[in-house]
């Protein structure tokens, strides 16, 4: 019957411990350092090389985070904490191991013992057994604390010369390696014999049973609860399924407005209590009387029937209040304001899903620009230079009677100095300073080519499939000042070659990566970098073909980034119009449309030509020949007319027939 051995003193389930151990520490430290990396880049809120943003919003918000990191200052979060105490885990484990010193679990051989061949005779062994033990005897051994050691090693040397010098018992160790003949099975449990032992049973149990009884399936259930109530962009699905019902085909932005007050979301983002009505209805004055100023109305006092309708309009105050830059006294508020405005940014995120599921185009490019206002926390009638600082309703009157109509952050960068200083005359120079840097940091793109193409085909032909690629390029703004002066670089639209077509796209591990460019955003409460929306679609009948993302142009001067939409050709040939709009996820004013045309050739006129090109008639000579002569009502032997017409070159041969036949 087999017998198992046990690890004693531990050490090679140590090194299990550690493996494992450092399968989960890895990772996750990773994890948590490169986040912390990236919240670290983000809040200096500027790009590489550039100075910080001097606008009052990014002071505020580099405040905050200041303030922020020194109130969470000692404090250790729950995933640091179970990381460091996994790591000193990890070290008590490694430095056990590396000091526990591993008994020679070798086997007892006695040849190698009385270091003696396999051939030795009695007398050698003998001879070895008597030189040894006037080492090894413990009479002869003088030092008191090596006498242990020395009888060991002396018994080993008895019991090796005993079996040697008997005949039986070396027979019994050369046939089955152990002196006493066959020897049960062992096996080995790299398990510490403690584990296993009557007085820890409990304790074991306790541990396992909390393990995996109590702490597993929590993490489990936690999981469930949370996936099966939200999509991929953290969206629940009652809002999707509200969004669903509510957005329709000819929104707009203020339409898209009031579907997104009525997400779960943002009413789950709130609580309501009586105490509050005060001061909601002097925020919602406040609130009321600026947004007016952009021709929006808003009831800034009701009276709520059910607990529903409180909620809702308190939504409205508190996303209402961020376009309006407030920044409210009251913490609980601010709390509210800041993860409403959070969540409406993810909620259109939702509409422009089902926009792109039913193939409208008009709301899908105002759910985009309702985005823009929402990280930009600009009032969205007032306009993409709301974005800048020191803006208000007569700073935009001003800027739009200008000898150069000006309405967005990039004509401001483009502007002269003529046109710049009568700009810039209605505010201090310090404003107009600030102003002119912040413009600056709103990202201006081009785009370089834009072509349509079917892999591997020369021509697009009815129900095929098309590619639709489009390649941006993130300008710095000198070069922006440049095309202003010198002219815009037209779009190339050639259509690539059929090996250009055919060309796969770069793996994940063949790119490079880019650094990311930051968008402005000082009242948004979160850092946003800048993304790029490709819509292809119809105005005319409000279609929107396919839809793309360029998730990172990278910085200014950064290599051009492309993106690839497919589609089906249209079923009949012809010449159809298209617009492509590229516009920014998080920035107003930013954003830029073309028009293309799309060329469809039907496939008998390709047939056609190809005959006519490439396949020769029958040799007259032939059956062939004779056959389709005679189909023709001729003589065989005369020339023979194509299929669309007379070919222009007649072949010789035909021609020294027809003269000899003469």
Not at 535 to 562: D, Y
Request: charged share 25%.
């Amino acid at each position: 019957m087999g017998a198992y051995e046990y690890d004693d003193n531990g050490t090679i389930f140590n090194y299990f411990v550690i493996s494992f151990l450092s399968l989960v520490l890895v990772p996750a430290t990773y994890s948590v350092l490169s986040a912390k990396k990236g919240q670290t880049a983000g809040t200096e809120g500027h790009v590489r090389g550039l100075p910080e943003c001097p606008c009052d919003g990014c002071k505020l918000k580099r405040d905050r985070v200041a303030r922020r990191k020194v109130a969470e200052k000692g404090f250790v979060s729950a995933k640091s904490l179970l990381l460091i105490v996994g790591w000193l885990v990890f070290a008590a484990v490694a430095y056990q191991t590396a000091t526990t010193k591993i008994a020679d679990a070798g086997l007892w051989d006695p040849y190698e013992i009385l270091g003696v061949s396999t051939s030795a005779t009695a007398s050698e062994v003998k001879k070895a057994f008597r030189k040894l033990s006037l080492k090894y005897h413990p009479d002869k051994v003088t030092e008191e604390s090596e006498k242990e050691a020395a009888a060991v090693v002396y018994n080993d040397l008895a019991k090796a010369q005993k079996v040697l010098t008997d005949d039986e018992a070396r027979k019994t160790w050369d046939e089955f390696g152990h002196p006493d003949g066959r020897q049960a099975l062992q096996l080995g449990i790299a398990l510490p014999k403690y584990l296993v032992e009557s007085k820890n049973n409990m304790m074991v149990l306790f541990v396992y049973g909390s393990v995996f009884g109590i702490l597993m399936p929590l993490l489990v259930a936690k999981w469930w609860y949370t996936s099966k109530n939200m999509n991929n962009d953290k969206i629940s699905h009652e809002t999707m399924g509200t969004l669903y019902k509510e957005v329709k085909d000819q929104m707009r932005i203020n339409t898209l407005l009031d579907v997104v007050f009525k997400a779960d979301d943002l009413l789950d983002a709130v609580t309501y209590s009586k105490s509050e009505k005060a001061v909601l209805e002097s925020l919602g004055d406040q609130v009321s009387a600026e947004i007016g100023k952009y021709g929006i109305i808003f009831e800034s006092r009701k009276k709520y029937i059910k607990v529903e309708d409180a909620l809702l309009h308190k939504v409205q105050i508190l996303l209402f209040s961020h376009f309006c830059r407030f920044q409210l006294p009251d913490p609980k508020l601010a709390a509210e304001q800041a993860l409403v405005a959070e969540r409406a940014a993810l909620v259109v995120v939702g509409i422009l899903q089902i926009c792109a599921a039913r193939f409208w185009l008009a709301p899908a490019i105002a759910a985009i620009e309702l985005r823009q206002s929402i990280v930009q926390a600009v009032i969205p009638t007032k306009g993409p230079l709301g974005q800048l600082p020191h803006v208000t309703l007569e700073t935009l009157k001003h800027f739009v009677t200008l000898k150069k109509r000006t309405t967005c952050p990039r004509e401001i960068v483009e502007l002269d100095d003529e046109v710049r200083k009568e700009a810039f005359s209605i505010m201090p120079s310090q404003h107009a300073d600030e102003m002119s840097k912040v413009a600056e940091q709103y990202p201006i793109v081009r785009i370089n080519k834009a072509n349509f193409a079917v892999a591997g085909e020369e021509f697009i032909t009815p129900g095929s499939i098309v590619t639709l690629t489009v390649q941006l390029e993130h300008i710095t703004p000198s070069e922006a000042r440049r095309e202003k002066r010198e002219g815009v670089i037209p779009v190339d639209v050639t259509p690539p070659t059929v090996a250009e077509s055919e060309v796969k796209p770069p793996t994940w591990f063949d790119k490079q990566g880019l650094e990311p460019f930051p968008t402005h955003c000082p009242y948004f409460p979160t850092e946003k970098s800048s993304s790029w929306w490709v819509l292809m679609g119809n105005l005319e009948n409000n279609r929107l073909i396919s839809l793309g993302k360029v998730s990172n142009a990278g910085p200014p001067g950064a290599q051009p980034q492309t993106c690839k939409l497919q589609f089906q050709a249209p079923p009949n040939a012809g010449s159809w119009k298209f617009y492509v709009f590229v516009k920014n996820d998080c920035n107003m004013g930013c954003d830029l449309t073309i028009e293309m045309t799309l060329t469809v050739i039907d496939a008998p006129e390709l047939s056609a030509e190809i005959i006519e090109d490439d396949i020769s008639e029958p040799g007259e000579d032939t059956i062939a020949g004779q056959m389709a002569a005679i189909k023709s009502g001729k003589v065989p032997g005369e020339s023979v007319k194509g299929a669309k017409g007379v070919r222009d070159d007649v072949d010789d041969s035909s021609d020294s027939d027809d003269s000899d036949s003469d």
